[in-house]
């Protein structure tokens, strides 16, 4: 979805970044294979996820002025559907154009 | 005889003057409790009409400056700002949570354009009730693909910019 937005939408400004669960730098080469995007580890004394009160699998949507502004969980919408897909691109890009 | 006269006199003037004070006393409260919404709503519409969403947040703004009340003008900016409240009370909803919105919106719409001011206070509520920034953090890039490889990352390096965080892990 990264290169989509970059190509399709050039100048909007939307980053996708990732965010390894603590205790699972294992599954690192899984997670980074034929992706670009930064994937940030977190770790046990950051706890992240905690900080954020998100849910495995959320994605937080967050404005220009570091504002979270959506979350779109892809356990329940499963990106495989071209629906969800176009839902969650189309949530960036409305963060984007406000 | 005479020590009637005095007496009648007296009751005379006292019945006299307590007429009239209880005219003058009921008179005016009434016709200014009365007039000061009706003329809140014509007359002095334009006025009042600019500060109406300020005055469920901010009665002591001034509703031609902007700035705080002065106190030449407090009694009637006082009530007129309430009457005010009432008038528009339907329409500014999110009005009463634009503290600094509804005040800067007012002092720019000192010609009173009831509508707009409101407008505008309903934008900034949204805006101040959204703007509580993400968390930050300070975590490291472990994606050797990544532009970031290997360096620290924090939210706050993504504002100017839209970002969507994906939070998950291998299973």
């Known amino acids: ?98 | 005889m005479h020590p009637r006269r005095p007496l009648l006199l007296v009751t005379a003037a006292l019945v006299g003057c307590s007429g009239g004070r209880s005219d003058a006393t009921a008179g005016p409260p009434e016709t200014s409790s009365t007039s000061t919404p009706g003329s809140s709503s014509e007359s002095g519409a334009s006025a009042t009409g600019a500060t109406d969403p300020d005055a469920g947040t901010t009665t002591s703004v001034d509703p031609t400056t902007g700035a705080p009340d002065t106190g030449e003008t407090s009694s009637s900016g006082g009530t007129s700002s309430t009457g005010g409240t009432s008038t528009s009370g339907g329409t500014s909803t999110s009005g009463g949570t634009s503290t600094s919105g509804g005040t800067s919106s007012t002092g720019e719409t000192t010609s009173g354009e009831t509508s707009s001011t409101s407008t505008s206070g309903g934008e900034t509520g949204e805006t101040n009730g959204a703007a509580e920034l993400v968390p930050d953090f300070m975590l490291i890039d472990v994606n050797s693909n990544s532009a970031t490889y290997m360096q620290p990352v924090s939210p706050r390096d993504y504002l100017e910019r839209v970002s969507g965080w994906y939070y998950a892990h291998a299973t």
């Open chain 1, 1 to 98: 979805m990264q290169k989509e937005l970059d190509g399709g939408f050039p100048g909007l400004g939307v980053d996708l970044i990732g965010v390894n669960g603590a205790g699972h730098e294992l599954g690192v080469p899984q997670m980074i294979d034929g992706r670009v995007i930064p994937l940030l580890q977190d770790t046990v004394e950051v706890d992240a996820w905690s900080l954020w009160q998100v849910e495995y699998r959320d994605v937080i949507i967050v404005d220009r002025e570091n504002v979270p502004v959506g979350v779109f969980n892809l356990t329940a919408h499963d990106l495989a559907d071209m629906g969800e897909y176009e839902t969650l691109k189309g949530m960036l890009i409305d963060a984007a154009n406000k």
